[in-house]
Nanobody, 119 residues
Framework: QVQLVESGGGLVQTGGSLRLSCAAS????????MGWYRQAPGKQRELVAA?????YYSDSAKGRFTISRDNAKNTVYLQMNSLKPEDTAVYYC???????????????WGQGTQVTVSS
């Protein structure tokens, strides 16, 4: 069984920083993509940043957030700087991976970590 475990959320003031971590465990053949989504109350889940051979950032994340990966540890990070109240959401880690060489690519999700930015 593959598990994604997130950490690093919390309460921070406007302009502050947080660093989210997500570690994938279990038997994994290869991880293709890893990324971070977020979902605010009453809104759809949206992609914030993703990393495969390149990186992607949403418009709201560009210039403030940085995604990085440690492939040896199957871990992805999201450094969030200059946080704003509109960044308040539950942040979910996502990994698109193959468990075995013969298996298809599947999506796996973390349990979510709350980020709250106070004004």
């Amino acid at each position: 069984q593959v598990q994604l475990v997130e950490s690093g959320g919390g309460l921070v003031q406007t302009g502050g920083s947080l660093r989210l971590s997500c570690a994938a465990s279990g038997y994994i053949f290869v991880i293709n993509d890893m990324g971070w989504y977020r979902q605010a109350p009453g809104k759809q889940r949206e992609l914030v940043a993703a990393s495969n051979y390149t990186t992607y950032y949403s418009d709201s994340a560009k210039g403030r957030f940085t995604i990085s990966r440690d492939n040896a540890k199957n871990t992805v990070y999201l450094q969030m700087n200059s946080l704003k109240p509109e960044d308040t959401a539950v942040y979910y880690c996502n990994a698109r991976l193959q468990r075995f060489s013969w298996s298809k690519v599947d999506d796996y999700w973390g349990q979510g970590t709350q980020v709250t930015v106070s004004s």
